[in-house]
């Protein structure tokens, strides 16, 4: 049967984490580690001398193996998560099918930041061109409708206001796309943030950054927790 939770203390049962008996400041049954479906939490047993996670006293505290977890406060005994995940892995079978879905989860992230980029690109050049067709547009328009023979000044008039209408476009289709383009590191790092949520460990929840899924696979392991991949 799987383990689920571990003790940690000075006296624990055998296949827990015992921390030396030296170490009198942490509790006989100090605190527990437990898995839940979206990683491993830590929880005080009522020991004397509290539990903190990153220097914050804790009762019930989600945990990854990048925390820094202190039994008796800051310099108390500092809990070794690596072992911990490895007295508390993942089942095979689940963490060989969370870290096959992963390769989906990269190709995914990979198109819609490719797509975010394309339709900003995208969005910047139609809106820089869209205002500056419009004074061309009603140039020849009016071409059509004047008659410079007999007015020749209208033709000086017509060149005139097509030039500060090309100008006038060409400011706003620059402030226009400025703005579009402006948005798209926000929704760069909205899709980096989910990612980095994702991309993860299916066991110890360690972030693998933006590698490729092959290469991550190719490694063989988990580097944080040495979990094996198949």
Not at 65 to 94: A, F, H, I
Not at 117 to 133: E, F, H, I, N, Y
Not at 150 to 163: A, C, R, Y
Not at 216 to 227: E, P, Q, S
Request: aromatic residues 8%; proline residues 3%.
């Amino acid at each position: 049967m799987e383990r689920t939770e571990i003790i940690i203390g000075r006296e624990v049962e055998k296949g827990d984490y015992t921390v030396d008996a030296k170490h009198t400041a942490v509790g006989r049954k100090h605190a527990r580690i437990f898995r839940k479906n979206d990683g491993m939490y830590i929880e005080d047993l009522d020991s004397a001398n509290g539990t903190f996670v990153n220097g914050k006293s804790v009762k019930l505290k989600k945990i990854t193996q990048n925390d820094c977890v202190m039994l008796s406060g800051e310099d108390g005994y500092e809990v070794n998560l690596t072992k911990v995940w490895r007295l508390l892995p993942m089942p095979d079978e689940e963490f060989q099918k969370e870290f096959q879905r992963l390769k989906q989860v990269y190709n995914t992230y990979q198109k819609k930041k490719v797509s975010v980029q394309s339709r900003s690109q995208g969005s910047m050049m139609l809106k820089r061109t869209m205002p500056m067709a419009i004074p061309g547009l009603l140039t020849m328009i009016l071409s059509f409708t004047m008659d410079f023979e007999e007015n020749p000044h209208l033709s000086i008039l017509l060149k005139v206001i097509g030039g500060v209408g090309t100008a006038i476009a060409v400011l706003v289709g620059g402030m226009w796309a400025s703005s579009s383009l402006a948005k798209t590191p926000e929704r760069l790092n909205n899709l980096q943030q989910e990612f980095m949520k994702e991309y993860v460990c299916p066991n110890c929840k360690q972030y693998f950054g933006e590698q490729p899924w092959e290469n991550i696979h190719a490694l063989g392991k988990c580097r944080a927790c040495g979990r094996e991949f198949k």
